[in-house]
């Protein structure tokens, strides 16, 4: 089955600590994203990353990295610096053909 | 700059009872508008796309329409396994393909 996993569902950080978020797709499609929910608002872009070795930031890219070494995998760092990372984390795909995005099932993250 | 407002914030419904969601956006030419549906604790699972004015689409209970200015997400005889939250998007024509989502609706079906 074509789809977007992420890895791992629940992860628990200590001030201080950079952790990596994973998000992997087997729909071959170009366009990969990451996106930060938290309660009562709307998705807020992080980076995204249209091809391969090429990446943007987004809307809230302070605090975060991405790397885009293969066309299948969107890896999210959430460094140190990043001053209030609890939140549900996703990850999205989309063909560059087509404008839908197709959501991962998601990584809550909760510094402790 | 884009921005998608979604009203009612929070909806309660009996079960069979009809309603409407909202979705007003201002965008600098659209691309696409987009509607999702999120259970608690997953990622939204897409419902339909919209690119024109007066363009409709159905799925099910589910019919959402386009106008310049707004767009509505119909729900029709809804069940209890209609409870969810529904969040909108807009893709702005210029730029890269991202989205601007609203805060979400979130539906409750009682049975």
């Known amino acids: 089955d074509g789809g977007i996993t992420q890895s791992p569902k629940y992860l628990f950080r200590k001030e201080g600590q950079n952790v990596t978020l994973s998000c992997e797709q087997n729909?071959?499609?170009?366009?990969m994203y990451w996106y930060r929910q938290d309660p009562g608002q709307g998705l807020r872009l992080i980076y995204y990353?249209?091809?391969?070795?090429?990446?943007q930031k987004g809307d809230i890219a302070e605090g975060y990295s991405v790397s885009r070494e293969k066309k299948e995998s969107f890896p999210l760092t959430v460094t140190s610096a990043q001053k209030n990372p609890t939140a549900f984390y996703l990850c999205?795909?989309?063909?560059?053909?087509?404008?839908?995005?197709?959501f991962g099932p998601g990584t809550r993250l909760t510094v402790l | 700059e884009d921005q998608v407002t979604q009203s009612p914030e929070a909806l309660r419904l009996q079960e069979g009872e009809s309603s409407s969601l909202n979705c007003s956006y201002t965008?600098?030419?659209?691309?696409?508008l987009f509607w999702y549906r999120q259970d608690p604790g997953k990622g939204p699972e897409f419902l339909f796309t919209?690119?024109?004015a007066g363009e409709e689409k159905e799925k099910e209970r589910l019919k959402a329409t386009l106008t310049k200015k707004e767009s509505f997400l119909h729900i029709t005889a809804p069940k209890p396994e209609d409870s969810a939250t529904y969040l909108c998007?807009?893709?702005?024509?210029?730029?890269?393909?991202?989205?601007?989502f609203g805060q979400g609706t979130r539906l409750t079906i009682n049975p």
């Open positions: 965008v600098s030419g659209l691309r696409g």
């Open positions: 919209l690119y024109s």
């Open positions: 990353s249209q091809i391969v070795n090429d990446f």
């Open positions: 998007a807009v893709q702005a024509a210029q730029g890269a393909q991202k989205l601007v």
């Open positions: 729909l071959n499609h170009d366009a």
């Open positions: 999205a795909s989309s063909a560059l053909s087509y404008n839908e995005q197709f």
